[in-house]
């Protein structure tokens, strides 16, 4: 069964934009691509650098420490030097509030 909880109102993530969080000590970018809410842990998974620190472009968020970037839906990487995608969360909007499944 899944546990979701709150981390932010939806009115606290910029449209076309990002907001960080730290949840029970993770850190969780989120991300607000044309209105559609998506969640990732707050980590490069090259370097361990905060990707809410890089740009959003489309569907991908780019790291800003050496470039990799990240399918925002998946995790995926899809540029160098990430192998490794990062952890995604899911989202819930519920009465203007973002809900995550942190289990």
Known sequence: MSD?????KL???PENGMKSVVIDGTAIVLINR??????LEDRCSHEE?????????????T?????????IETGAPRAL??????RT???????????????
């Open 89 to 103: 969360y899911e989202v819930q909007i519920e009465g203007g509030e973002v809900r995550l499944d942190l289990g």
């Open 34 to 39: 044309e209105g559609t809410i998506f969640a």
């Open 81 to 86: 030097p990430a192998v490794m995608p990062v």
């Open 49 to 61: 650098f905060p990707l809410s620190t890089g740009d959003l472009v489309g569907g991908e968020v």
């Open 4 to 8: 979701f909880v709150v981390v932010a």
């Open 11 to 13: 009115e606290d993530v």
């Open 63 to 71: 790291c800003a420490l050496h470039g990799a970037r990240f399918d």
